[in-house]
């Protein structure tokens, strides 16, 4: 104890003196730029027309490889999702070992081994690399195609694109690129249900077969291997790959807008809207313009404290985060973006919001400050890259495939320190624009278009395109006026009505519900029990309870465990016989608008929260309540559940809907409505 108090105290007045020598009112001098060991590749070429870079660094006992084909993007057409199925069969079965043995020897030697259609990589202790290699080579130019494992593999992507038909972020990201580069380019092209089902086997093998192909690749080997040691693997495992490349096709043309548009998808479930101001990016790596090109983008949007973020996020807490990204083009042009995902009701600021801060950094000379900063940022992140024997072998594949000269890391650091403020704003003019700018928005049309077409920019209103979810132009979507004087409270009334009345709902004391449903091959089990101010769900699997969900006007539990204050706040809305008979009485309930579901009209009521929001329809004919949605907030993320309900039916005079569905993994589950108790069967004892 003695002994420890000596070494803090000893500590601590090293520190005191240490910092008793500092002038803080003056700010340090630079120290020389420092040196960079970038630890040059050795390189050999195959017969085949392979190029072979080895990066040896004997430091840990491990070899990392990667197969680089360096092979074109490849438009698919109708048959959209062969590369992706493609990819999902490689490096399972091969001619020599089925999908299960093929694993089994991978893991047995505690590596790691993955096949693409450009390539593929390896990772494994150096002692292993001949077991190794050889299985990456056998799953490289062995393959074995199933009609089996193709049928699993759409299957599964089937249901990925399923997952994502109303997620606004999905719909964004193919959005975005069909309407930069045109759905019938290589980058702007989607991926569809239709599309998948057109793969066959065959179509599978030419692909392979067309685009498997080894004089325009590159192979990196780096760790613990020398040159005479990759050479020994390649001679032994791959010396039947014969020579072939890809030819470059034709890229359709694409370019800016004429002037600054937006283009909007209506996704009516999207509690966020998401917004990318875009525009064509001719920037090439080997430009003279790249180094201040990263610097400018890295100023705009590239990190926490940049122009985007700290107004869109720190000024005006319109989102968690707003980032910017300029691309590099090896093929065809690349693009600028600025992204982020913002509040419905902030949608239209945050557009303009994004605009001013664009015009800024090509208005106005960054502050010097600020740019040391970013250039300190980029250097300390390219020293300490460095540093890793991976990255450094990277690099000189990136020199190879991007045509780069061979100092363009040597000199990086120098190139990055030398970018000046006129620098930034000479670049940013070239490669950022608020004039021909293409804004893609994808949210809620019911909650944001009205707003949005009132955008001003440069002093004109800017014109507005509408597209659908697979970026075909449509027409306006509708948005529907509430009746005036129509208030939350007549339509809650209006549902009380529908189920059975205000009398009959005052005399039920106790509710309990009970739902089944099947899915993955399992009976599901939601029972509900409720009273007046308390609710429980216990959901089971097979007959196990899998959660249980407690709410009290006092706190909200999860298998006994208490959820967040915040969190548990927004829940106790649910907690009593009816959510509605809450609602009546909170100021967080507003009626939002009319929205068509499955075709018919229905008023919309939004139930605020700070982590969980609710939104509730009512069929504006019957009253009656036909769609839920729960919208979960947390760390910068965010999750819509949608529940369906239909066919009400009648018991003892209260209507319930015997079917609740909804969307899971992208399969629907539908549970039924098979037990109704009413004022028996519930105690206190079920929310304790």
């Given amino acids: 104890m003695k002994k420890h108090f000596i070494y803090t105290f000893v500590a601590l007045f090293m520190g005191l003196s240490a910092t008793a020598q500092i002038d803080r009112t003056k700010i340090p001098e630079s120290g020389p730029t420092p040196e960079v060991n970038l630890r040059e590749a050795k390189e050999f070429t195959l017969k085949n027309g392979l190029t072979v870079l080895v990066a040896t660094d004997t430091k840990f006992p491990v070899v990392n490889w990667s197969l680089n084909l360096n092979n074109p993007p490849v438009y698919e057409g109708e048959k959209a999702g062969v590369q992706s199925l493609t990819g999902a069969l490689l490096g399972k079965e091969t001619q020599k070992s089925t999908k299960d043995e093929f694993a089994e020897k991978v893991d047995f030697l505690g590596a790691s081994v993955n096949i693409n259609p450009n390539g593929g990589f390896g990772y494994c202790l150096a002692k292993y690399k001949d077991q190794v290699f050889e299985l990456f080579a056998e799953a490289a130019l062995q393959p074995k195609f199933t009609q089996e494992e193709l049928d699993f593999e759409k299957e599964q992507l089937i249901e990925g694109i399923k997952s994502g038909e109303n997620s606004a972020a999905a719909i964004a990201s193919n959005v975005r690129s069909a309407l930069m580069y045109g759905k019938n380019h290589a980058a702007g092209e989607i991926v569809t249900e239709e599309t998948v089902n057109n793969v066959t086997l065959e179509d599978v093998k030419q692909f392979y077969n067309q685009r498997f192909k080894p004089s325009n690749g590159y192979m990196l080997f780096s760790g613990d291997i020398t040159v005479k040691d990759a050479k020994k693997l390649l001679k ?401 993320r965010s999750q819509s559940q949608e529940t369906f309900l239909k066919d009400y039916q009648a018991y003892e005079g209260l209507k319930f809907p015997n079917i609740r569905s909804g969307s899971q993994m992208g399969q629907v589950i539908e549970f039924k409505l098979i037990e109704v108790k009413i004022n028996e069967g519930v105690s206190e004892a079920d929310f304790d």
């Fill in 236 to 636: 032994t495992y791959m010396k039947d790959w014969s020579e072939g490349s890809v030819e470059t096709p034709e890229y359709p043309s694409f370019e800016d807008v004429p002037t600054t548009e937006i283009n909007f998808v209506d996704v009516p479930n999207a509690v966020q809207t998401e917004l990318a101001v875009m525009s064509v990016s001719p920037l090439k790596m080997t430009d003279e313009d790249y180094y201040a090109a990263l610097v400018a983008n890295y100023i705009l949007g590239g990190a926490f404290g940049s122009y985007l973020n700290m107004n869109l996020r720190e000024q005006n807490g319109y989102t968690y985060g707003a980032r910017s990204s300029l691309g590099t083009g090896r093929w065809y042009n690349s693009s600028f973006r600025a992204t982020t995902k913002v509040r419905n009701e902030v949608t239209d600021s945050a557009v303009v919001e994004t605009l001013k801060e664009i015009k800024r950094i090509k208005t106005e000379p960054v502050d010097p400050e600020m740019l040391a900063n970013a250039k300190a940022k980029f250097l300390g992140n390219f020293i300490l890259q460095s540093e890793d024997k991976t990255v450094a072998a990277r690099r000189a594949l990136t020199i190879k495939t991007n045509k780069l000269p061979e100092d363009f890391y040597k000199n990086y650091i120098a190139n990055i320190d030398a970018v000046t403020v006129e620098d930034v704003q000479r670049v940013a003019n070239k490669y950022f624009t608020d004039e021909n700018a293409r804004i893609v928005l994808v949210g809620k049309a019911a909650d944001v278009l009205e707003n949005v077409e009132k955008i001003e920019w440069n002093g004109k209103k800017l014109p507005i395109k509408f597209f659908d979810k697979e970026a075909n132009p449509a027409e306006r979507p509708e948005t529907a006026v509430l009746p005036e004087g129509l208030t939350a409270e007549m339509v809650l009334n209006n549902y009380f009505k529908a189920i059975g009345g205000k009398e009959a709902i005052d005399n039920t004391t106790s509710l309990i519900l009970k739902y089944e449903a099947s899915a993955m091959g399992n009976t599901i089990i939601s029972e509900e029990k409720k009273i007046d101010g308390k609710a429980s769900q216990v959901l089971s699997m097979g007959g196990n309870p899998m959660m249980t969900v407690i709410m009290t006007k006092d706190q909200v539990t999860m298998n006994k465990n208490p959820l967040p204050e915040n969190m548990a706040s927004d829940m106790q809305m649910l907690a009593g016989l009816l959510p509605e008979l809450n609602m009546l009485e909170s100021d967080k309930v507003k009626l939002s608008g009319i929205e068509a579901i499955d075709g018919k009209d229905a008023y919309k009521i939004d139930v605020a929260g700070d982590v969980i929001s609710l939104s509730y329809y009512y069929d504006v004919e019957t009253g009656l309540k036909v769609k839920e949605v729960q919208n979960t907030n947390m760390q910068g």
